[in-house]
């Protein structure tokens, strides 16, 4: 019963802005330099009013991670998706969606996850 009840109810969402990385450990850049990235987009995703749950992925060409890693229906729930391109070009995104290069971050190595206009 209590199963059923749960499934009737609203995904909850973070009261607060949280940001899943992935891959971190593949990016071949110092702490430093990641802990400013992680700033950069806290900061940003607050400044547009964002409170909720995002994702960066850290893509290297030595050990690429797979968007499948993400937790399941973060697509489907819109959460933004960003990458920080470690390597020379960014992974293949999914079917569908496209890589847009983010041109406010200084390096361009930020792109953030959207959706191909149909």
């Not at 593949?26 to 990235?37: G, L, P």
């Not at 893509?59 to 819109?78: C, M, N, T, W, Y």
């Not at 920080?84 to 041109?103: A, E, H, K």
Request: charged share 25%.
């Amino acid at each position: 019963m209590w199963k059923q009840l749960r499934s009737l109810l609203p995904v909850s969402r973070p009261e607060q802005l949280t940001i899943s990385s992935h891959g971190q450990e593949t990016c071949d850049i110092s702490f430093e330099q990641i802990k400013a990235v992680m700033e950069w987009l806290a900061l940003s995703l607050m400044a547009a009013g964002y409170e909720a749950r995002a994702h960066i992925v850290w893509d290297s060409p030595e050990a690429r991670v797979s968007l499948d890693a993400l937790p399941k229906g973060s697509l489907k729930r819109h959460e933004p998706i960003f990458l920080y391109r470690c390597g020379d070009r960014p992974m293949q995104p999914p079917t569908g969606y496209y890589w847009r290069l983010m041109t406010e971050y200084p390096t361009l190595r930020m792109y953030q996850l959207e959706l191909k206009d149909r």
